[in-house]
């Protein structure tokens, strides 16, 4: 079964579950799930419950689609998401965005527990992703094209919405929360990266850096859709300090800002 048949059979199952076209689809990051919190949930279920879909193995992800309201809009939101360093295919890791396109969703918003490469930043802080870094990132493009879904050569000149990053800073002032704009990039992950890979990201332009995010928006441009990004910067990069990295500092962090960040993500909701 290709892609589009996968996508399109999930997409069938969901239809049957709800009666509205969701305004965005949203998707949580490592330590962010407590938004779900902030849902009225119309219908929930787990990712093992449907047929074809990958499940999560990363701690801090339930792994489950949640449909329902908040911030007075219709939403999908995903908790949890896939990487490739759990062995997951390019297939698997742009199967939710292809079935939120065949659902006929509009706007993608995607979160992630990021690194510190820019000094200016501390955790806790969120930062508007306005442009990344994916060059070590597997294409999720690569193979045949399918014009179902979109172009064979996507632009990623605009790959994150001004409209909706202008939302995210309106709704930063609204919400009174401070926030930074800047560069993301991706990196391969399970590792934390080094010290040393850690100074050239800084050269070449990058504010933060993560293991994920990438490939859902190239999915996402590909198929037409408005991005928005936000990383919650949950610790500083490698080097910065001179402490080890670990995945429960990220997931310490995550639990400190989930109130601002909640109330942050409401608030983008509510405005678009």
Known sequence: MDLYERAEKIKNFLAEKISYTPQAAVVLGSGLGSFAEEIEADFEIPYSDIEGFPVSTVPGHKGRLIFGKTGGKNIVAMQGRFHFYEGCSAQDISLPVRVFQLLGIKNYIVTNAAGAVNFSYKPGDLMIINDHI??????????ENDER??????????????????????????????????????????MF????????????GADAAGMSTVPEVVTAVHAGMNVLGI?????????????????????????????KFSAYMKE????I
């Open 268 to 271: 983008i909701i509510s405005l």
């Open 193 to 204: 990266e080094t010290p040393a890979e850690i100074l050239f990201l800084r050269a070449v």
């Open 149 to 190: 879904f979109g172009t064979r050569f996507p632009s990623m000149s605009h790959a994150y919405s001004r409209s909706l990053i202008e939302i995210a800073h309106k709704a930063a002032q609204n919400t009174k929360t401070d926030v930074q704009e800047g560069v993301y990039c991706y990196c391969k992950g399970p």
């Open 231 to 259: 990383s919650c910067i949950t610790n500083m990069a490698a080097g910065i300090l001179d402490q080890p990295l670990t995945h429960a500092e990220v997931m310490e962090t995550g639990k400190a800002v989930e109130k």
């Open 134 to 143: 994916g060059l070590f990132c597997p294409s999720v493009l690569t193979g």
